[in-house]
């Protein structure tokens, strides 16, 4: 698997994935540093399979560039930030999971929920939202995670 790794940039696109999906699987923290890198440096699914590798892994040196992607255009980058912002259990993403509870695309809006309950004020938060908010999806996703859990 080491060799995969080392020749990782001149891999071609399918290998690349597979090799970030079993990384994904294996959760292995010594391969943080290659995700990060991977994250910074690809586009498109490669950058967001390397995400969500981070996401299984629960573990980055910094959060701050993962937080912007909270506010990304694209719904699929919004998805797997809030995915890593609820397995770091950061703080600083709380608000803005909230927010993304009204999201438009119904998968950011799961995702958003799944990641409140995993901090420990979860449920109070999504029974606020629930209680508070005017947006239907929204009271909607906090009332089915509120009764799902993690």
Known sequence: ?????LHF???SPPLQKAILDVISMKKEINYLSFLENIFCNYKGEIKLRALKALSEIGYVKNPDPY???LYS????ERMV??????SLKEVKGISRLIELLH?????????AGQSICQFPNGHEILREVFET??????????????HKGV
């Not at 698997?1 to 790794?5: R, S």
Request: net charge negative; hydrophobic share 50%.
């Open 73 to 76: 255009t694209k719904w699929e």
């Open 81 to 86: 930030a809030a995915k890593l912002v609820g």
């Open 1 to 5: 698997f080491e060799q995969f790794i």
């Open 103 to 111: 999201d438009q695309t119904w998968w950011v809006r799961s995702q």
């Open 9 to 11: 940039h001149k891999s």
């Open 133 to 146: 908010s005017k947006d239907a999806f929204a009271k909607d996703m906090a009332w089915e995670w509120l």
């Open 67 to 69: 937080l912007e992607l």
